[in-house]
C-alpha cells in the first residue's frame, strides 16, 4: 500500500518511515500542506491508500489540509499529532479525519489503526482500471429542484434568476446540498464551514441559515432538526424567483 506521511520534523518522519517500510508500505513523505496536496493529485502512480497527517505544519494548519484532501477525495486520513484535546479530537473527525492518534502512540496500535481505515473505503481503481460509477464522479452543478448551485463558478440561481451569496453562505448552501434530506449535524456545518469548534459559532449559524432562507425567498428549502441540526429539503421544480430585497 502507498502511504503519505505528512509530517515537518525529519527525524520523526525518517524514524516512522523505516517503520512502515519493514511493514510493506511504500512511503513518501510531504514536509507540508501543500507539498501533500500535490502528492494526492492524479498521477499514473497508484493512489494513496492512507495519509498519516500530523496538525503543526509549517505552512498551513492540519486541520485545513484535512478539510481540503477531503474536497479532492475518500482517501483515509489519520491524523497523528500531540493535540490531545477533545475539542481538536471532535473537530478532526468532524472534518472528515478517519481517526485520530495522539503521540506518543505505540507503534503497533498505529499500524493496526492503519490497516482498520484502509479496510473501510474500497480501493481506488489502478491506472488505466474502470473509471469511478458516474454518481460517484465529482459534480460541478447541483439541481434541487428550482435551485442551481454551480460549484466552479460558486454562482446560485432560483428558477433561473441569479442570487448573490456570500462566501459562507455559498459554503452552507453548497454542504447541505451535496446529501439533500440528510441532517448534517451543528457541529459537523461549523466545522465544515468556518473551520473552527461549535463554541462561540452557534448564533453565526443561525443568522447564516436565516439569511439564505430570505435571499433565495425558499423558508422551507432549509429544514431545522431540533436539537441536532439543519438539513435540506429538495424544493419544486417551478418556484418564482424571489424580487428584489427592498
Same mark, same amino acid.
Given at each position: 500500500m502507498?502511504?503519505l506521511l505528512?509530517?515537518?520534523d525529519?527525524? %520523526?518522519?525518517a =524514524? #516512522?518511515? @523505516? +517503520?512502515l517500510s ?16 500535490? /502528492?494526492?493529485?492524479p498521477?499514473?502512480?497508484? $493512489?494513496f ?7 503543526? #505544519?509549517?505552512d ?5 489540509v484535512?478539510?481540503?484532501i477531503?474536497?479532492l477525495?475518500s482517501t $483515509? ?5 500531540a493535540? !490531545?484535546?477533545v475539542? /481538536?479530537?471532535?473537530h478532526?473527525?468532524n *472534518?472528515?479525519a478517519?481517526?485520530y492518534v %495522539?503521540k506518543?502512540?505505540d507503534?503497533?496500535e498505529l499500524? !493496526?489503526?492503519?490497516? !482498520? %481505515?484502509?479496510?473501510r473505503?474500497p &480501493?481506488?481503481p489502478?491506472p488505466?482500471?474502470e473509471?469511478p460509477a458516474?454518481?460517484?464522479a465529482p459534480?460541478?452543478?447541483?439541481r *434541487?429542484?428550482?435551485v442551481?448551485i454551480e *460549484?466552479p463558478?460558486?454562482?446560485v440561481?432560483?428558477?433561473?434568476? @441569479?442570487?448573490p451569496?456570500?462566501r ?5 448552501l453548497? #454542504?447541505?446540498a451535496q446529501r439533500?434530506?440528510v +441532517? ?5 456545518i461549523? &466545522? ?8 462561540g459559532t452557534?448564533?453565526?449559524l443561525e443568522v447564516?441559515v436565516?439569511s #439564505?432562507?430570505?435571499?433565495?425567498g425558499?423558508p =422551507?428549502?432549509i ?6 441540526g439543519?438539513?435540506? %429539503?429538495?424544493?419544486? @421544480?417551478?418556484? @418564482? $424567483? !424571489?424580487g428584489p430585497a427592498?
Amino acid at each position: 500500500m502507498r502511504l503519505l506521511l505528512v509530517e515537518d520534523d525529519d527525524h %520523526v518522519a525518517a =524514524a #516512522l518511515s @523505516a +517503520v512502515l517500510s519493514r511493514h510493506g508500505f511504500d512511503v513518501t513523505h510531504a514536509r507540508s500542506g501543500e507539498e501533500a496536496l500535490q /502528492s494526492l493529485l492524479p498521477g499514473d502512480r497508484e $493512489p494513496f491508500g492512507v495519509v498519516l497527517l500530523d496538525l503543526g #505544519l509549517p505552512d498551513q494548519d492540519g486541520f485545513e489540509v484535512c478539510g481540503r484532501i477531503r474536497r479532492l477525495g475518500s482517501t $483515509p486520513v489519520i491524523m497523528v499529532t500531540a493535540r !490531545a484535546d477533545v475539542r /481538536s479530537r471532535i473537530h478532526g473527525l468532524n *472534518l472528515g479525519a478517519d481517526d485520530y492518534v %495522539v503521540k506518543p502512540y505505540d507503534t503497533g496500535e498505529l499500524l !493496526a489503526r492503519i490497516h !482498520a %481505515v484502509s479496510r473501510r473505503r474500497p &480501493s481506488a481503481p489502478p491506472p488505466g482500471g474502470e473509471p469511478p460509477a458516474e454518481e460517484d464522479a465529482p459534480r460541478e452543478a447541483l439541481r *434541487l429542484g428550482a435551485v442551481t448551485i454551480e *460549484l466552479p463558478t460558486r454562482q446560485v440561481a432560483v428558477g433561473g434568476a @441569479a442570487v448573490p451569496l456570500t462566501r459562507k453562505e455559498f459554503d452552507l448552501l453548497a #454542504l447541505l446540498a451535496q446529501r439533500p434530506g440528510v +441532517v448534517f449535524r451543528r457541529e459537523q456545518i461549523i &466545522s465544515e464551514v468556518w473551520r473552527t469548534s461549535w463554541e462561540g459559532t452557534g448564533r453565526t449559524l443561525e443568522v447564516h441559515v436565516a439569511s #439564505l432562507r430570505a435571499k433565495l425567498g425558499m423558508p =422551507a428549502l432549509i429544514e431545522t432538526v431540533r436539537g441536532v441540526g439543519y438539513r435540506l %429539503v429538495t424544493p419544486p @421544480a417551478a418556484v @418564482a $424567483p !424571489a424580487g428584489p430585497a427592498s
